[in-house]
């Protein structure tokens, strides 16, 4: 992977919003402790480890594409469906992600339902997806989804 993650986002809150497990008082997580363990070692030219379920797998896309990670975004869609070239917009602000729905249809396949706010030539928009994905190989990877309205 060519992209790069400053050194300093890796101690700033993770974008996908996860917070710590501690109930009386969560925190959001750091990148480094959520999402960035995916593309840490990718930067370091070593082997991505799994995400361990669909959830994880799709809040990590969408940290990358907040973070312009065009490599990992494409490292992680199923070949299947994979674009040959994939443009992302650094005009493009993401905003935040809610998570409405992970259903595991079975042992190899699960979908994501999500809503990303993102800030677009200064207008705010939102997108709506059910996601779905497959487990190949021991890992998670994107196939496709469809648009909610």
């Not at 312009?68 to 469906?81: E, I, N, P």
């Not at 979908?111 to 030539?121: G, T």
Request: aromatic share 10%.
């Amino acid at each position: 992977m060519t992209d790069r993650i400053p050194t300093a986002a890796w101690g700033a809150a993770c974008p996908c919003g996860r917070h710590s497990a501690n109930t009386k008082k969560p925190k959001p997580l750091a990148l480094k402790d959520c999402c960035g363990r995916f593309f840490l070692p990718a930067q370091e030219n070593q082997t991505m480890p799994a995400a361990p379920d669909a959830e994880h797998l799709m809040r990590s896309r969408y940290t990358a594409y907040s973070l312009l990670l065009r490599d990992y975004v494409l490292a992680t869609w199923h070949a299947s469906t994979r674009p040959s070239t994939l443009e992302l917009d650094a005009n493009t602000r993401w905003l935040g992600l809610e998570v409405r729905d992970h259903t595991v249809v079975d042992d190899t396949h699960s979908e994501v339902e999500f809503v990303a706010r993102y800030r677009e030539q200064g207008r705010g928009q939102r997108m709506q997806e059910r996601s779905r994905f497959v487990k190949e190989e021991g890992r998670w990877w994107y196939v496709d989804g469809d648009f909610q309205t």
